[in-house]
């Protein structure tokens, strides 16, 4: 699905991430771990193509392609998903509007036509029962006047009608109180799936109660120190992520 | 250079799609302008006395005008013995009669430009008095609105066949003294439309005038007299285009509306003039007056527009709220790009009691545009319980444009209610960044969030204009991402 080799990337003179290996396969979970300032983002924007970062170093290819050469719509249409940490909001555009428009430029990308409008109706309502909303959010403005929680299940259900093969969640568990983390946890769970994978970048380890990450991998100073199952995850809750790093330092 | 500007200016450099001369024999007078043109004019259009008469009064009044300077825009002054102020497409005999005489060419630009007339014809249901440089070439559907009783034809044929109506309210609303290029219009105005419903009517379509500049050096002086009678109801729809050209063209038409007691008047405009290239060169100078009166109790007119063309856009449509109870409402979205410049806004003057109004301004900027809200909201001392209220929202794309915004407000009846609200707001790289990381291109991004910003003034329109409108926005902003 993904794989990562080498990866250097800078933000102007400034070297983010330093040498990243990562090899991700169909249907696996990956969390991403570590500190503030590690490169957690850096590394999710970079895989979903945002400006303003310069990949000095390295590949990264998805499904055969090199993925850091294409624009970041091309990388949206062939299946790269980023859920945001920070969700923009877009005045006077419906969320409908939104999900109908981007699902159908992926099909177009596909050599599919474009979705029948019933049809649409009636894939969008069911997903939107899935994750527990209210039907009336199809016809708000994209996030706005959203609060923290639905702007972050806006995210999940957008994930789940533009089906996507590799999804990257930013902190997505930032900001959610414990019943709204349920439900995009479980709105997740349902989109698993042998040939779709995930990968999960996340501060915390709450996150990883309800979703179960396959492998962990720790980022500090822009790289991964330590690879592990998900009882890593349960070894940095303990201690924190100090250790790893000054195991580091001290290498 | 983040990647984003340069995509950009990329997307900005794009041509004007619409850019292309219709190559037709015209009847052109040689520049230049004195009485001895007017009387020129007059006579080829076989106008009846009393119109000479007034155009040569605007004239001599024009003759001790100055060219104002108040407006945020910026051009060189404008010699007017350098513009032809007559040309008419040759005609046959007396013209056509149908859409088969219409010559071929002209089909074909309406086609180029989506508005096939045929289509109109027999799928819209829309009266089409096209203006084709300066005469009116093809008038349809007249049967139907006669047998309503509505006249809708061009003005030149009013003037000859309904003069008293003429007489009676040909620069009620826009005297020849009130500006510069009104007077100017007076004086030399070719065609343009009239309308007149009558008492009780409802206008049984939309009415709808396709202009269009297409000789070279032709100031275009359209006028436009929009007359609903008491309790009638009218939707009028004016849509422009004009072809690539290197000189700038003076455009400088009137529209005057009176809305008789209980009398509806829609007016809606999508304008998409040639703005000129992407350095600025040649576009249409579009210095416009267009003033409703709501002259009876409880009328109410209401003027949308959509303006993405042309060099300059100065223009104020604005409604006189003289009778008890009357309602005027502006619902604008200006769009510029390159170095487009924008001066546009409403004014409403409020005079007779209860009467309301309503502004909606919607201002994008994009490349090295200026675009500019300038409003007066005016109420008289004889205006009691007058309200007001304005929303002036600008837009910008990318960073080298300008968004400004002079509301002027004057109250003399302590009675009234003044609402103004503004703000201003930028396309951000993570809103683009959102859509593209959704499938959507960057264009088309910049569109729907556009579209977006304006949603308020489009849901105005009328739906097939509406379409058109967003179909405009997204090719006026190719290109303009930031």
């Not at chain 1, 996340?202 to 199952?229: C, N």
């Amino acid at each position: 699905m993904l794989s990562i080799k080498n990866l250097h990337v800078s933000v102007g003179d400034k070297p983010i991430l330093k040498g990243i290996n990562l090899e991700i396969k169909p249907g696996e979970i990956h969390a991403i771990m570590g500190p503030n300032g590690s490169g957690k983002s850096t590394l999710s924007h970079i895989l979903s193509g945002k400006s303003g970062y310069t990949v000095t170093e390295g590949s990264a290819t998805y499904q055969g392609k090199d993925l850091l050469e294409m624009p970041p719509e091309i990388r949206a249409r062939e299946g790269v998903f980023l859920a945001f940490q920070y969700p923009v909001e877009i005045p006077g555009v419906s969320n409908v509007y939104l999900l109908k428009a981007a699902l159908n430029s992926i099909r177009k990308h596909h050599a599919q036509s474009e979705v029948d409008a019933m049809d649409f109706l009636t894939l969008v309502k069911g997903k939107v029962r899935l994750l527990e909303m209210d039907e009336k959010f199809l016809y708000r403005a994209v996030n706005e006047g959203f609060s923290g929680g639905e702007k972050k299940r806006n995210e999940i259900l957008q994930m789940a009608i533009l089906e996507p093969k590799l999804c990257i969640l930013d902190e997505t568990d930032s900001g959610l109180d414990i019943d709204a983390l349920k439900i995009v946890s479980e709105g997740v769970n349902s989109l698993r799936s042998p040939d779709r994978s995930f990968v999960m970048v996340t501060h915390y380890q709450r996150l990883l109660d309800y979703i179960k990450p396959d492998f962990v991998h720790v980022l500090a100073h822009g790289q991964i120190v330590k690879s592990g199952g998900a009882e890593l995850a349960l070894e940095l809750e303990e201690k924190g992520y100090s250790w790893l790093e000054d195991a580091e330092a001290s290498a | 250079m983040s990647a984003s500007t340069q995509e950009i200016n990329n997307l900005i450099n794009q041509e004007y799609k619409q850019g292309f001369v219709t190559e037709l024999e015209t009847n052109t007078f040689l520049p230049g302008l004195d009485e001895s043109v007017i009387h020129k004019l007059s006579k080829i259009k076989n106008e009846p006395e009393f119109m000479l008469e007034y155009r040569l009064k605007a004239f001599r009044h024009w003759q001790t005008m100055k060219s104002p300077e108040w407006a945020f825009v910026k051009f060189d002054s404008i010699d007017y013995q350098a513009i032809s102020y007559y040309s008419a497409p040759k005609r046959k005999e007396d013209g056509p009669k149908s859409l088969d005489e219409i010559d071929p060419q002209v089909l074909e630009a309406y086609k180029k430009l989506g508005i096939p007339l045929d289509e109109q014809e027999r799928l819209a249901g829309v009266a089409v008095d096209a203006v084709f440089d300066s005469v009116s070439v093809a008038t349809t559907f007249k049967g139907k609105l006669k047998d309503a009783g509505v006249i809708f034809c061009p003005i030149s044929e009013a003037l000859r066949d309904h003069p008293e109506l003429i007489k009676e309210y040909l620069g009620s609303v826009v005297p020849i003294t009130d500006n510069y290029f009104a007077a100017l219009n007076a004086a030399v105005f070719t065609d343009g439309s009239f309308v007149y419903i009558p008492k009780g009517v409802r206008c049984p379509m939309e009415l709808s005038t396709y202009f269009r500049i297409n000789a070279a050096n032709t100031g275009q002086f359209e006028r436009t007299l929009i007359i609903a009678d008491e309790g009638s109801h009218v939707s009028y729809l004016e849509g422009c285009t004009a072809p690539m050209r290197d000189e700038n063209q003076l455009h400088a038409a009137v529209v005057e509306l009176v809305a008789m007691k209980d009398a509806v008047i829609k007016y809606s405009t999508v304008q998409n003039w040639y703005p000129g290239d992407k350095n600025g060169l040649g576009g249409i100078y579009n210095f416009v007056t267009k003033r409703a009166d709501c002259r009876g109790e409880n009328s109410k007119v209401s003027w949308t527009q959509v303006e993405t063309g042309s060099a300059i856009t100065w223009k104020y449509p604005s409604c006189v709220l003289t009778g008890d109870n009357s309602v005027g409402e502006f619902y604008s979205v200006a769009l510029t790009n390159n170095y487009q410049q924008a001066d546009t806004g409403t004014k409403m003057i409020h005079i007779g009691k209860n009467t309301r109004s309503t502004i909606v301004s919607k201002g994008i900027s994009a490349g090295k545009a200026q675009n500019t809200y300038r409003g007066l909201v005016k109420v008289l001392k004889s205006a009691e319980n007058a309200r007001n209220y304005t929303q002036c929202d600008s837009l910008l794309v990318g960073d080298q444009c300008g968004a400004h915004t002079f509301p002027y407000i004057e109250v003399k009846q302590p009675s009234a209610q003044v609402e103004h609200e503004a703000t201003t707001s930028k396309i951000s790289e993570d809103q683009l960044f959102f859509c593209q990381q959704r499938g959507l291109s960057a264009e088309d991004a910049v569109s729907m969030i556009v579209n977006g910003f304006c949603k308020e003034v489009f849901k105005e329109l009328p739906m097939e204009f509406a379409v058109e409108a967003q179909a405009l926005l997204g090719l006026s902003l190719e290109g303009s991402v930031g």
